[in-house]
Nanobody
Framework: QLELVESGGGSVQAGGSLRLSCEVS????????MGWFRQAPEKEREGIAA???????TYIESVKGRFTISQDKSKKSLDLQMHRLQPGDTAMYYC??????????????????????????WGQGTQVTVAP
């Protein structure tokens, strides 16, 4: 079992930056991949960044070059550095982790699907609001 707690959200102007953090407790040694997904009102959930146990990272196209995911080796924390934020980035952001064997690309796709609850854990989320 895993418990994840996100922090660092807030309100910024377009072009601004935020750094999201996630603290993880529980059976962290079983984690294979971690990532962040977001959900905005009336929009589908989308995985935006993932990192696997080999340190491989992947991002959705819309955040490439703007967002950077990182984790400590103990897998007890996961960060998402966000630059050049846009109003379209406004959403609730969730940190997630899975012990299932899936690489970063696979995890990125899977965490955006409704069935993710069978594979992953996530926290309560942190709100990011970007004003024009």
């Amino acid at each position: 079992q895993l418990e994840l707690v996100e922090s660092g959200g807030g309100s910024v102007q377009a072009g601004g930056s935020l750094r999201l953090s996630c603290e993880v407790s529980g059976t962290t040694d079983k984690i294979y991949s971690m990532g962040w997904f977001r959900q905005a009102p009336e929009k589908e959930r989308e995985g935006i960044a993932a990192i696997d146990r080999n340190g491989i990272t992947t991002y959705i196209e819309s955040v490439k070059g703007r967002f950077t995911i990182s984790q400590d080796k103990s897998k007890k924390s996961l960060d998402l550095q966000m630059h050049r934020l846009q109003p379209g980035d406004t959403a609730m952001y969730y940190c997630t982790a899975t012990a299932w064997t899936m690489n970063a690309d696979q995890a990125l796709v899977a965490m955006g699907r409704e069935g993710w609850r069978q594979y992953g854990f996530w926290g309560q989320g942190t709100q990011v609001t970007v004003a024009p």
